[in-house]
């Protein structure tokens, strides 16, 4: 099908899920826990991690999938079908940290949350390296960019989605940085770029992570 998509950010966006991962979990093992700031902070940030990671799936499920599922073959539906079964996996996965994290405090175990996080960068990576090598080009081949609008808006939806694209950044290759940017038009770009990477990095330094 034609005006086929460049996906692209999505793998950028995967890579970013899993630094933000090893951001986090190294930071949960330094911080002072007794400091409900500190604590504070570091939940803060989870939130907005957790938060993106399942909105960006369940864009996933309720946008990108079935468009591609009622076009696909067989075995492309196999594969797609696959992707849901991962969401609900890491879903899990990611359910059990969100109670780990929403109690930080002195006599947290450590150790159990950072499994808790080793856990979720297992699912996850595995599933994206799946998405990337099998789904994705399924999705390219029938998803056009009428068809992804729906996924956009889901996306948008979610609280301080304007810190998403300058997350993405934060750590990345150069060639990442300049093909997240480039999702923009120029002159949106020049206008929405400084005022979001200033935006995300108050974030970061409020948060303290």
């Known amino acids: 099908m034609g005006d086929q998509v460049d996906f692209t950010i999505n793998a950028n966006m995967h890579s970013a899920f899993l630094r933000e991962i090893d951001r986090l979990r190294p930071a949960v093992g330094r911080a002072d826990l007794a400091d409900p700031l500190v604590t504070g902070g ?3 940030r989870y939130r907005f991690f957790s938060d993106t990671l399942r909105t960006h799936h369940e864009a996933e499920d309720q946008c990108l999938w079935p468009v591609a599922l009622a076009r696909a073959t067989g075995e492309e539906k196999a594969v797609l079908t696959a992707m849901e079964s991962e969401h609900v996996a890491l879903s899990r996965a ?15 175990d450590i150790a159990a949350v950072q499994r808790g996080f080793d856990r979720v960068r297992e699912v996850l990576a595995g ?7 099998d789904a994705i080009p399924i ?3 029938y998803v056009t960019k009428d068809d992804l ?61």
């Open 42 to 44: 570091i939940q803060r």
């Open 94 to 108: 990611l359910d059990s940290l969100d109670g780990s994290i929403s109690v930080l405090g002195p006599d947290t």
């Open 127 to 133: 599933h994206c390296a799946h998405e990337e090598r």
């Open 139 to 141: 999705v390219r081949r």
């Open 149 to 209: 609008k729906g996924f956009m808006e889901r996306t948008r939806s979610q609280e301080d989605s304007d810190l998403v694209l300058p997350w993405i950044c934060d750590g990345a290759t150069q060639e990442q940085v300049s093909t997240t940017w480039s999702m923009l038009p120029g002159f949106v770009r020049a206008f929405v770029k400084p005022m979001t990477t200033r935006k995300y990095q108050q974030f970061s330094r409020e948060c303290g992570v």
